[in-house]
């Protein structure tokens, strides 16, 4: 079983930046081992994948909404990924949630989600 926490969301100019981060524990975890992904869903709207990164950071992907201006990393050391977020726009309002992909396997983790909203 793995728990993530995103926190960093908040209200946010256009034009603003964020950075988000979700915190992985699980007992003997090695987040080496997992796919880690962000996901968006804006009211009335599907849940979508905003980007991904390999469990070394060797393969990293992105929407094509928010190439160029967001960043996904990862500390596994510290068990955390981010998600920079540069020039962030109205469609970007979202409830951002963090999701874990163990290899092999293919479980999904999810956390609670946190707020982004970008507004005048």
């Known amino acids: 079983q793995v728990q993530l926490v995103e926190s960093g969301g908040g209200l946010v100019q256009p034009g603003g930046s964020l950075r988000l981060s979700c915190v992985a524990s699980?007992?003997?975890?090695?987040?080496?081992?997992?796919?880690m992904n962000w996901f968006r869903q804006a009211p009335g709207k599907e849940r979508e994948l905003v980007a991904g990164?390999?469990?070394?950071?060797?393969?990293?992907n992105y929407a094509d909404s928010v190439k160029g201006r967001f960043t996904i990393s990862r500390d596994n050391a510290k068990n955390t990924v981010y998600l920079q977020m540069n020039s962030l726009q109205p469609d970007d309002t979202a409830v951002y949630y963090c999701?874990?992909?163990?290899?092999?396997?293919?479980?999904?983790?999810w956390g609670q989600g946190t707020q982004v909203t970008v507004s005048s």
């Open positions: 999701n874990a992909v163990r290899s092999v396997t293919g479980l999904r983790y």
């Open positions: 699980g007992f003997r975890l090695t987040l080496s081992n997992y796919f």
């Open positions: 990164i390999s469990g070394f950071g060797i393969q990293i």
